[in-house]
């Protein structure tokens, strides 16, 4: 077989820019394409990017009989939601920062739990081949820990099935003897994010949105009561703008905007499918599967029989796909001895940028801003996208179709301007992911 060889400039790695043609969950076939905006057009709404919260933007305004454009730099998918990891996610690791909101995020967490399976209800309900299955999630640990029994506890009195396991049931589901403590939840899984966020847009055009590809927004201006974008070839003037462009960097149009955001390069992953063989032994239940508290190599085994996995690469390497593969296959071997004997190929390597609006991880929210009179952004969707922005979308389009902004799950905010921009990702990329990566091996926590 041929060795991989990663081919994008260094510097398209480094701001996770590579072409999304590396990216793993590109299928065989080719999917639509979205012509260029090449007129000017009148709507209710324009939509500003194609990822996970503007698809689903999209799509649920244009249920409701909402006039809406969207137009996308690229194609639907470019960005992080055409780049993860694969995890669906169906829980939040920590509601203290929700006791600040007014109503100490209650309709939030109603919103969140209610909807929770929302990746699943979307495929079926549209159905979209997003590779998404309900396998479950596992997040394991070397020792037991009170903080993941007390989140289990939570989340079981708002109904999760869910429940904390040890060392029989664990080697049963991830086929390793290695972790002694867990948490098995038997909601959330995988899904393919690209072919996810693509099957959206399409519902969302089959529903009457007008969806545009290759049409980067240069300005929105405003015109009486009404705002007008503008594209290389065409415009929209529309009554009101949502932003859905998730890391806002070089968009010269309320550049405020991007000083709201921590942004964070990752590298995402895909081995080529495995033997019947090794799916014997790795992760048998084929449960999406994180560590605790690590997480440092997140696993789904997709519906190809492939390894999928991330991380955040050191400083200026984040080309270097062999390093972090070599990385992931260590902890593959330490986690599966068995493993050793066999050959396991990098199949897929890219990068992408997650964008959050809190500089401590675990208390990282998405956000709802009040950008101008008749412009919202929703983004800083950090590492949640794939539950988040189609809740987020669900429940805007939701508020925006009843004029009733107040009853969107995220409350409104003006944007704030993030502290100490840069040192977050020299912080994370330099110091606390290479400590991670001891901490992991040597056991320590
Ligand atoms: C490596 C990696 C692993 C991750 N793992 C997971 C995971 O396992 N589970 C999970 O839930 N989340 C995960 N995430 C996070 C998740 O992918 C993001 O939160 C989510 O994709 C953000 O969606 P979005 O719609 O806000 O942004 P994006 O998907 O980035 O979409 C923004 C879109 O806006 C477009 N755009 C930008 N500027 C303009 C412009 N001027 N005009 C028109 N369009 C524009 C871009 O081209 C892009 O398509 C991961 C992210 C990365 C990078």
């Known amino acids: 077989?041929?060795?991989?060889?990663?081919?994008?400039?260094?510097?398209?790695?480094?701001?996770?820019?590579?072409?999304?043609?590396?990216?793993?969950?590109?299928?065989?076939?080719?999917?639509?394409?979205?012509?260029?905006?090449?007129?000017?057009?009148?709507?209710?709404?324009?939509?500003?990017?194609?990822?996970?919260?503007?698809?689903s933007l999209s799509l649920h305004l244009a249920e409701r009989g909402v006039n809406v454009v969207t137009l996308e730099a690229r194609q639907p998918g470019n960005g992080a939601s055409g780049r993860n990891a694969g995890h669906v996610q169906t829980f939040l690791d920590n509601l203290e920062p929700l006791r600040a909101w007014g109503d100490h995020g209650k309709r939030f967490t109603e919103f969140f739990v209610e909807h929770r399976n929302i990746v699943f209800d979307l495929c079926a309900r549209h159905g979209i081949d997003g590779d998404a299955v309900k396998s479950g999630m596992v997040e394991a640990a070397f020792r037991p820990h009170e903080a993941l029994a007390r989140k289990a506890a939570l989340w079981k009195a708002y109904g999760y099935d869910v429940e904390v396991i040890t060392e029989a049931p664990l080697r049963e589901l991830l086929g390793t003897g290695k972790y002694r403590y867990g948490v098995h939840w038997r909601e959330g899984g995988r899904v393919n994010p690209y072919l996810f966020t693509n099957g959206m847009i399409a519902a969302a055009v089959r529903h009457g949105a007008r969806v545009f590809g290759d049409s980067p927004v240069m300005s929105c201006r405003r015109e009486g009561q009404r705002w007008r974008v503008s594209t290389p070839r065409g415009s929209v003037r529309a009554q009101r703008i949502v932003i859905c462009t998730n890391g806002h960097a070089g968009n010269l149009f309320f550049p405020e905007l991007a000083r709201t955001q921590y942004p964070l390069v990752a590298c995402g992953m895909a081995s080529k499918p495995l033997s019947p063989a090794l799916l014997e032994i790795i992760n048998p239940a084929r449960v999406a599967m994180t560590q605790y508290p690590t997480g440092l190599y997140p696993m789904v085994i997709d519906g190809r029989n492939r390894l999928v996995t991330a991380t955040i690469p050191h400083p200026r390497r984040a080309h270097e796909a062999k390093t972090y593969f070599a990385y992931f296959l260590r902890y593959l071997h330490r986690t599966y001895p068995r493993t050793r004997d066999f050959n396991i190929e990098l199949g897929a390597y890219w990068t992408g940028i997650t964008a959050n609006s809190s500089s401590v991880y675990h208390e990282d929210y998405p956000k709802l801003y009040q950008v101008d009179d008749g412009v919202l952004a929703l983004m800083n969707?950090?590492?949640?996208?794939?539950?988040?922005?189609?809740?987020?979308?669900?429940?805007?389009?939701?508020?925006?179709?009843?004029?009733?902004?107040?009853?969107?799950?995220?409350?409104?905010q003006k944007p704030e301007p993030v502290r100490f921009q840069r040192l977050f990702e020299l912080k994370t990329r330099h110091l606390m992911i290479p400590l991670a990566r001891v901490i992991d091996r040597m056991q320590l926590a």
């Open 381 to 412: 969707l950090g590492t949640w996208g794939n539950v988040m922005g189609p809740q987020l979308g669900l429940s805007l389009a939701q508020a925006l179709a009843t004029e009733r902004l107040d009853d969107c799950m995220l409350p409104l």
């Open 1 to 55: 077989m041929m060795p991989f060889i990663p081919s994008a400039r260094h510097a398209d790695y480094e701001t996770g820019a590579v072409p999304i043609e590396h990216s793993g969950w590109r299928p065989e076939q080719r999917l639509p394409t979205y012509k260029v905006l090449g007129e000017d057009l009148d709507t209710d709404i324009v939509v500003i990017g194609a990822g996970l919260a503007g698809a």
